[in-house]
């Protein structure tokens, strides 16, 4: 009974870490160079879908940073700022498309896209958090910085979602914050609409140094490392087993 009991232990305990986390979720791998260097499996602005007068004048706002991370050897930084007329475009890095189809910033939105694999991230489990490390500069009311975490069926999801369109997120992980330009441990629990759904099929991630498009402080920056999906239900019952085994 003991050896069965412990080789349950293994299995459980061996599922629990198996379960789905995002492909460089450290931002430690990076591909293409200078103004267009991203993250390898994030997107920014720089590989955005944007109207013909919207791409005129498109800068980087998403930066490998080596100075400011938590482990490995880099992190990103992500930056809004200001364009003509004092208008706010939001440093932003999705796992779906960045979208502009109007001039006006407030009018942008992230895409999940189905007919194109750099830009939709397949994703079937479900967890029950999201937890990352972060750092952002702002520490008055002028900004906060956003996450945004969306779990969906087979179609494509925008965030935030479109008016136009029924959309209906199957889980949803959203936070604004700030950090008081330290680095803080962020954790938000995954809010599920239906939990009798089956398993979604794509997560779409987002992190934004600004809390809405369009709107928020041309100096704000966030720093983010070390993104990872929780499964407290599973890792629960791993516990529960590998004490009754050590008990006989």
């Known amino acids: ?122 994703f079937t489990d479900q967890p029950d958090s999201l937890v990352f490390w972060a750092k952002y500069s702002i520490t008055d009311g002028s900004d906060s910085a956003l996450v945004s975490f969306l779990l969906h069926d087979e179609f494509e999801m925008t965030d935030p979602p479109r008016p136009e369109k029924e959309q209906q997120a199957m889980a949803v992980a959203r936070k604004t914050f700030q950090t008081n330009s330290k680095w803080q441990r962020v954790s938000v629990p995954f809010k599920y609409v239906d939990a009798a759904k089956p398993n979604s099929l794509y997560l779409l991630a987002t992190f934004s140094a600004s809390y809405q498009a369009g709107k928020g402080n041309a100096n704000a920056t966030l720093w983010v490392d070390d993104v990872q999906l929780v499964y407290n239900r599973l890792a629960q019952n791993a516990t529960t087993v590998t004490f009754s085994s050590a008990g006989n």
């Open 1 to 122: 009974m003991t050896r069965y009991l412990i080789l349950l232990s293994c299995i459980y305990s061996s599922v629990a870490f198996a379960q789905q986390q995002i492909s460089n979720s450290s931002f430690e791998n990076w591909e293409n160079r200078g103004a267009k260097m991203e993250p390898v499996g994030w997107n920014s602005l720089t590989s955005a879908d944007m109207c013909t007068f919207c791409s005129f004048g498109v800068s980087q706002r998403v930066f490998k940073d080596k100075v400011e991370f938590r482990s490995g050897t880099c992190g990103i930084r992500i930056e809004s700022t200001s364009a003509i007329g004092g208008i706010i475009v939001n440093g932003t890095v999705t796992t779906g498309r960045v979208t502009a189809p109007s001039i006006l910033p407030s009018k942008g939105y992230n895409r999940m896209v189905l007919g194109k694999e750099e830009f939709r991230l397949t």
